[in-house]
Each structure stands twice: as C-alpha cells, then as structure tokens.
C-alpha cells in the first residue's frame, strides 16, 4: 500500500494538473492538502486532505471522508469550474 505523502503527491499533481485550465484560480497546498479559493465573495473555499489511507473533501462546513482518491477528486468537483467561473 501505498504511503499517505506518495498518495498526496499523485493526489495534488492530478489536482493542480485539473486547475492549469483557469488560470484566474488561486490555490494553496501543503504536505498534505490543497485547497482552492473562492473568486468571488459568493464563493466559498474547497479543500482535498490525504491523510493516512483516505481523502477528506471539505467546502462551506461540509465534509465527506473517502478512501479512493478518483472519488474524492469527482466529489471535489476540482476538474470543472463549479466555484471557479
């Protein structure tokens, strides 16, 4: 299996590989999460965190928690501009 820092690399390449397509959105990653930030004060920040075997999907108080990383990712929703127009 594999370790939860090599899960986030793949997890937060795909991921940044997904926003290059609106250059207007701004992003902050660490070791572990990435989260990507409102454009508008209507909007609302979206977060992936990897941590251990599982992939945590956060945005406006909601949370969800799953262990396969192309679910979190279609969750997120952070290949589409859904908060990102």
């Avoid at 979206?46 to 941590?51: Q, R």
């Avoid at 969800?64 to 859904?82: Q, T, Y």
Wanted: charged share 30%.
């Amino acid at each position: 299996m594999a370790s939860a820092a090599l899960r986030h690399e793949e997890c937060d390449r795909t991921t940044k590989e997904r926003l290059r397509k609106y250059h207007h959105v701004r992003y902050e990653a660490d070791a572990s999460s990435i989260s990507v930030l409102p454009t508008s004060s209507e909007g609302f920040t979206v977060g992936l965190e990897v941590n251990q075997s599982r992939y945590t999907v956060a945005f406006n108080g909601w949370h969800e928690v799953f262990e396969k990383e192309d679910e979190a990712l279609e969750c997120s929703r952070l290949d589409c501009p859904m908060n990102v127009d």
